[in-house]
């Protein structure tokens, strides 16, 4: 009779581990899980998170300042959390930020036929400073990073202790804010008679010299290269614009590559700061053909210990030059924005400081294909309207709304096919915060044909 109790009893628990299925498994880590970062100013570090489900999401990111005792307790020595826990880790009342959308640069990674998530954890400067404000009143000097994740398997809450320092060399070089700018002084058409991102230049005319300033943490080389758009290139997108330390090993190589007009190297002094990369000849740019140009700045991963992160299998992901947002562009154009404007009278390059520049199509230009319509952005801008019509004091036949930074429209397949055989007049205005007129660009005809 014991054997038989023995056999039903394992029947039974198979039956049970069949119809319960296969248990769900969970984020299982997170690396580094302690870095340091500093306390006077942002932050950013990318991590790891190991190990996840397939059905499972990252849903938050928080900071706070105090653990759960029995969580510290269980690891007192080391004085760091153990890293995953199945409930909120952190003590109510200690919460300290939330993470911005806006900074949110998180993604699913393969690398390594590993299911991971990495993240830029982006540390706002209120945060820092709240933290700060703790530990001066005597409590522990370090905070938390919470990353929870929901899945198959319940609520899981992944833990970085976050340490504070100076930002010096034992800190993960990361770029806290980018500028790039053209060197002073008015070019035709410029935007601007300071430093600016955006020039109309002449055919021919070489555009003035430019740089980027970069404040950083940290310390290291970092290194990148200056790329140029020319007209007709496929313009690069958000992900081709993020450094290459801020995204998954795997899709670093996906990020597309245009004319490369020179390499740098540039030794970043610890204790963080400000440092500034002159770009290359500017006669190296390209100005013998007409239309809308874009310098770009590409960063690299470097080798940095402090930045790098354990995906798996032995692999390692450098991360030194991370950064929470995608690097700006410079603009330039040659030819048609300095022309004078034929249907207006007014000298496109002639800015009142608040009117874009048209660029495309040139005055009088005679189109076939699709049409599109390109301007350069006046600073202070909340919105752009453009306006088409059949003559200056008539009706719109076509306004259109555009944000500021893409600076182009292409109109509906219907309204050109619509309109075909006829001369029309176009301009862009810039638009306050509260819809009020701050300027326009002069008339242009178009014909399309």
């Known amino acids: 009779m014991s054997g038989i ?72 020595g080391l004085q760091l959390p153990v890293p ?38 982006t540390i706002p400067a209120s945060v ?29 809450f992944v833990v970085v202790t976050c340490r504070m320092g100076g930002g010096g060399a034992r800190t993960a070089l990361a ?32 555009p003035p010299a430019f740089s980027a300033r970069i404040v950083y943490n940290g310390s290291g080389t970092l290194r990148g290269r200056w790329e140029l758009v020319l007209p007709g ?14 995204l998954p090993l795997e899709q670093r190589l996906r990020q597309r590559r245009w004319r490369l007009v020179e390499r740098f190297e540039v030794f970043l002094p610890p204790g963080g700061g400000e440092a500034q990369v002159r770009g290359p000849d500017p006669r190296r740019l390209e100005t013998a053909v007409d239309g809308a140009y874009q310098v770009l700045l590409r960063v690299e ?41 034929a249907a207006g009278g007014v000298a496109s390059g002639a800015l009142s400081g608040t009117s874009a520049v048209p660029i495309g199509p040139a005055p009088d230009a005679v189109i076939e294909g699709p049409l599109h319509f390109t301007w350069i952005d006046p600073p202070g801008a909340a919105l752009l309207r453009l306006r088409v019509r059949e003559r200056p004091e008539g009706e719109d036949l076509l306004a259109a709304f ?13 309204f050109a096919e619509a309109q075909r055989g006829k001369a029309l007049v176009w301009r862009v205005e810039a638009l306050g915060e509260q819809g009020a007129l701050l300027g326009a660009s002069g008339w242009r005809r178009l014909e399309l044909k």
């Open 5 to 76: 109790r023995v056999a039903v009893r394992a029947w039974c628990l198979a039956l049970c581990l069949a119809l319960l299925g296969p248990a769900a498994r969970a984020v299982s880590g997170v690396n580094p899980f302690g870095v340091n970062v500093r306390s006077n100013g942002a932050t950013s570090v990318f991590l790891t998170f190991q190990g996840l489900d397939a059905g499972e999401t990252a849903v938050e990111a928080y900071w706070c300042g105090e653990l759960q005792p029995a969580l510290m307790a269980a690891n007192a």
């Open 84 to 121: 995953v826990q199945a409930s909120d880790p952190c003590v109510p009342g200690s919460i300290y930020g939330r993470l911005p959308l806006a900074l949110d640069r998180s993604r699913p990674s393969g690398s390594a036929g590993f299911a991971n998530f990495t993240d830029v954890m």
């Open 128 to 156: 820092a400073r709240r933290a700060y404000q703790d530990a001066a009143a005597g409590a522990n000097s370090a905070f938390f990073y919470v990353r929870r994740f929901a899945g198959p398997a319940g609520d899981r």
């Open 175 to 206: 770029l806290l804010d980018v500028r790039l700018a053209f060197a002073p002084g008015r070019a035709a058409g410029a935007v601007g008679s300071v430093g600016s991102v955006e020039r109309a230049l002449a055919r021919g005319e070489v």
């Open 233 to 246: 290139d496929p313009l690069p997108t958000e992900e081709d614009l993020l450094t290459e330390a801020s």
């Open 301 to 341: 991963a470097s080798d940095d210990k402090e930045a790098s992160s354990q995906v798996g299998g032995g692999r390692v992901a450098i991360a030194g030059g991370v950064a929470g947002f995608a690097m700006p562009v410079l603009r330039y154009h040659i030819g048609a924005a300095g022309a004078a404007d």
């Open 402 to 414: 555009v944000r500021p930074g893409s600076a182009r429209y292409e109109a509906p397949p219907w």
